[in-house]
């Protein structure tokens, strides 16, 4: 062979080596991300998402502590979680930013309000409705014997009216008067409230409901309604109450820097 054309050959294959070498993919780290590189292309490498276990769904705050405490310490290890009683009926966990996984935030908890009655908003109930909604969609007073509140008001108030009375009421939108008519013996003049303050279950059962006004009418036919008069201050009441459940029952993780409960 000729030593000539020997020579410009293995010239040759090496050249075309590297030009192989060149143009196979290679994986290349700049800032943290990662590239996939072929020759004057390169492609982004998403990172792998971590593996989270699926998020537990509590129906109680009861549940949730009972969570928090036999697990935040000794589950997670980038502390401390944070509570936050972002609506009446929902709690969430949220961890720190991940910084392994594009600043995600993992939720491992959250805490759902559930079997509630029905949201007391503007209704008109009749008097049958009436005296079985106000036994079991409000709380009453607790701990104190012999206390009333407007549920009581109100249960009195229906409670003298019988199917034997006539009733007639007058309302100029501001005040109101229902007379009651006892049988034959006399006529009484009853006067009606027309604001009263109530507490429906419309949050965690663990925690006072909130209370609130409402619009008070009676009508001829014996029922009422209910309107709701706060603005949905409630809403606030019911998530700080929430807040502050949390903060005595997690008192201990808490001062140990575990968990952080917020609005």
């Not at 780290?29 to 998402?49: H, Q, W």
């Not at 935040?72 to 944070?82: I, N, R, W």
């Not at 409000?138 to 003298?160: A, K, M, W």
Request: aromatic content about 8%; some cysteine; glycine content about 4%.
């Amino acid at each position: 062979m000729d030593i000539k054309n020997s020579f410009l050959a293995d010239a040759i294959n090496t050249l075309a080596e590297l030009g192989k070498k060149a143009a196979e993919p290679s994986f290349q780290k700049a800032e943290g991300r990662t590239f996939l590189v072929t020759g004057s292309d390169y492609t982004e490498i998403e990172p792998m998402e971590l593996p989270k276990p699926e998020k537990v769904v509590t129906r109680s705050l009861d549940a949730l502590v009972a969570l928090i405490k036999t697990e935040a310490a000794s589950q997670f290890t980038d502390l401390p979680l944070y509570i936050s009683c972002g609506s009446a009926s929902t709690v969430e966990v949220f961890t720190k930013p991940n910084p392994e996984d594009d600043l995600h935030r993992w939720q491992p908890y959250c805490a759902l309000a559930t079997d509630l009655p029905t949201l007391v908003e503007n209704v008109r109930w009749t008097f049958d409705e009436a005296m079985i909604k106000l036994r079991s969609a409000f709380q009453r007073p607790l701990g104190i014997p012999g206390e009333t509140n407007d549920v009581d008001y109100i249960i009195d108030l229906l409670s003298h009216m019988s199917v034997d009375q006539s009733i007639k009421s007058d309302d100029n939108g501001v005040t109101q008067t229902v007379q009651v008519r006892k049988g034959i013996s006399f006529v009484q003049n009853q006067p009606v409230r027309p604001i009263v303050t109530l507490a429906p279950y419309r949050t965690f059962q663990e925690v006072q409901q909130p209370a609130s006004e409402f619009v008070f009418r009676v009508y001829e036919d014996r029922s009422i309604s209910l309107t709701a008069a706060d603005g949905g201050m409630w809403k606030l009441a019911a998530r700080d109450a929430a807040k502050r459940y949390l903060t005595d029952a997690l008192a201990d993780e808490i001062e140990k820097g575990l968990v952080i409960v917020t609005l």
